[in-house]
Nanobody, 118 residues
Framework: QVQLVESGGGLVQTGGSLRLSCAASENIFRAFVMGWYRQAPGKDRELVARIITDFDINYADSVKGRFTISRDNLQNTMYLQMNSLKPEDTAVYYC????????????WGQGTQVTVSS
């Protein structure tokens, strides 16, 4: 069973920055598409960013130019650098891993709260 552990959330003012980390319990980046999702109160969980390959990265339109997803293959850790944060970025952020060949095999982290004050 793969474990995903997020960290780095917190309270920040509008315009501030945070960096989220997702540590995987084993080396899964080659076999899995890694991504960040978020869920705000009363809303559906939505994709924020995902790494399909190092050259194929997707971002939600709402975060393009402000957020950067990256990964460290040696550390089995994925990151989400969030800059120019807005109150609408407030949500619980989840790390996600989906198997490249069997999409029903997927894992979620426990989530980390990000709160952006106005």
């Amino acid at each position: 069973q793969v474990q995903l552990v997020e960290s780095g959330g917190g309270l920040v003012q509008t315009g501030g920055s945070l960096r989220l980390s997702c540590a995987a319990s084993e080396n899964i980046f080659r076999a899995f598409v890694m991504g960040w999702y978020r869920q705000a109160p009363g809303k559906d969980r939505e994709l924020v960013a995902r790494i399909i390959t190092d050259f194929d990265i997707n971002y939600a339109d709402s975060v393009k130019g402000r957020f950067t997803i990256s990964r460290d293959n040696l550390q089995n850790t994925m990151y989400l650098q969030m800059n120019s944060l807005k109150p609408e970025d407030t949500a619980v952020y989840y790390c996600n891993a989906v198997h490249r060949l069997v999409s029903s095999i997927r894992y979620w982290g426990q989530g980390t709260q990000v709160t952006v004050s106005s």
